[in-house]
């Protein structure tokens, strides 16, 4: 018998096993699942409520992820944007008062770990160069993960979940056959809610419901300011004004780019988007705005980045102008104009502080922290961990080397480094744009906060994938060139 021969008949006996291996995988995760749910249930019987409705909102995932439909993504992303509205509601109308631990709290994380079901059909074999990008990211995970597992119990689970479960995004866009149509209409939906989610904002600012004053009183988040209209910073269906002002901006990119993108608010959405940005009064997040559309401009050629740079200096010119008399105006010059005087804004300065306090830290832990580590993951821990300074993650640089330790940290940045020249040599056009821009973004934002969990790791490993992974439309063998120029014409 030939080698050939023989390599054909391991291929199908694997093809064979695969559905088996499949279910079984299925039915592990459905027990795990349903065993924690309820153990949890019967240590603390006001949960059964909660379970229900965590189930209800896993079922339609599961059904997706199981037919392998196209409607997976869009609806991952929608837990994520409107699950702790989720919580709020539930909270308010069904138990009348504001809990601090809820099962509804993993809806997210546990909706996107349906992703890994797909992930056994293996539609498409990453390329070489993927498949290095993927282990450049393995190796520093499974290591932090493990050590998370060990020192920080619970909150290495919570945290392993917030980390990896983003992840199974990623790999879904490597192994998945998807063309660049099926991915913009994930893009269109992403762009939608944004608007959505921005009209929301403005009459949760204006009218403040009684289940968001609920979740701002009960939580205690001072730094949002008073549960009272026009006094607080919006954050819409999200559980912060810090997320879901990542979230705008990484709505409003896609938008400006390409005009397919849009959806159907076109360039009102992005106004809207743009406006629902002002309320958070999030400066980060303008910053990151400015400097992720700089590199847009300068990634754009031609006319393109002329008519790029002509609409820019319109928005500019109008923010100055209208956003002043704007309900909460007031607020965001206020907070812009203490940019210009670093000496006195306490912000900047406790971020300086934050950044000499850690480092001696790093230098007695080089090991890290692992998952869970660090942020509010330490809560269900008793807010205890080994660096003091970063109980909450206001340096993304400095909260990477205290997770995955200094060699571990340099292992990520490596692996990000290797991620944007695969996406910068992928030729994928605007996806190629915007995987570039949202790396870059990442990278901004770590001076500001953030780390590579939760909806932020979302957000990243979604349009760094959307780059790369894809299956050319018919005909798309034009140069990269070509791309470029068809990508100038459908900015506007």
Do not use: C
């Amino acid at each position: 018998m030939r080698m050939t021969d023989v390599a054909s008949i391991r291929t199908k006996q694997k093809k064979a096993w695969m559905p088996v291996v499949q279910k079984a995988a299925m039915l592990t995760i459905g027990l795990g699942v349903s065993a924690w749910i309820g153990k949890t249930v019967i240590l603390r019987p006001e949960w059964l409520l909660q379970a229900s409705i965590l189930v209800m909102i896993l079922i339609p995932g599961f059904i997706l992820a199981a037919t392998n439909s196209s409607k997976l993504i869009p609806y991952v992303i929608l837990i994520w944007l409107v699950g702790p509205e989720i919580r709020r509601l539930m909270d308010w109308g069904l138990l009348g008062s504001y809990s601090s631990m809820t099962l509804l709290s993993l809806s997210p994380v546990l909706t996107t770990s349906l992703l890994a079901l797909p992930l056994f059909r293996k539609e498409r074999a990453p390329s070489r160069k993927e498949l290095r990008l993927l282990r450049a990211y393995m190796l520093p995970f499974a290591y932090a993960g493990a050590v998370g597992l060990l020192l920080n119990k619970l909150a290495g689970i919570y945290g392993l979940l917030n980390y990896v479960a983003p992840l199974f995004l990623f790999f879904y866009m490597m192994l998945r056959k998807s063309d660049d149509g099926e991915r913009a209409a994930w893009i269109r939906f992403y762009v939608t809610m944004g608007s959505l989610l921005s009209a929301y904002a403005w009459f949760q600012y204006l009218y403040l419901p009684a289940w968001d004053k609920m979740w701002i009183e009960g939580a205690k988040m001072v730094s949002m300011g008073t549960a009272e209209p026009l006094k607080f910073k919006a954050f819409s269906t999200l559980n912060a004004n810090g997320a879901f002002s990542v979230f705008l901006v990484s709505a409003i990119m896609p938008a400006i780019i390409n005009r397919k993108w849009r959806g159907p608010f076109g360039w009102a959405g992005i106004l809207l988007m743009i406006s629902a940005l002002s309320i958070t009064l999030v400066r980060a997040s303008w910053i990151v705005l400015i400097i992720e559309i700089v590199f847009y401009a300068l990634l754009a050629t031609g006319a393109g980045r002329l008519r790029m740079i002509s609409i820019v200096g319109v928005l500019v010119v109008a923010g100055f102008l209208v956003f002043p008399h704007l309900p909460g105006g007031e607020a965001l010059s206020d907070r812009i104009s203490t940019m210009g005087n670093l000496k006195e804004d306490a912000s900047a300065n406790a971020r300086l502080l934050i950044v000499l306090n850690t480092i001696p830290d790093l230098i007695s832990h080089p090991f890290g922290s692992g998952l869970g580590g660090i942020g509010r993951s330490t809560l269900l821990n008793g807010g205890s961990t080994g660096f003091s300074s970063l109980a909450s993650v206001d340096n993304g640089y400095l909260g990477v080397f205290a997770t995955f330790g200094l060699l571990g940290g340099a292992l990520v940045f490596r692996a990000m480094f290797l991620q944007g020249l695969l996406i910068r040599g992928s030729g994928a056009g605007p996806l190629r744009t915007l995987g570039l821009i949202v790396l870059i973004g990442l990278l901004a934002s770590f001076f500001f906060g953030g780390e590579l969990a939760a909806l932020q790791a979302v957000i990243f490993w979604l349009f760094t994938g959307l780059a790369l992974g894809r299956i050319p439309d018919q005909g798309a063998g034009q140069t990269t060139e070509g791309l470029n120029s068809r990508q100038e014409r459908m900015t506007v």
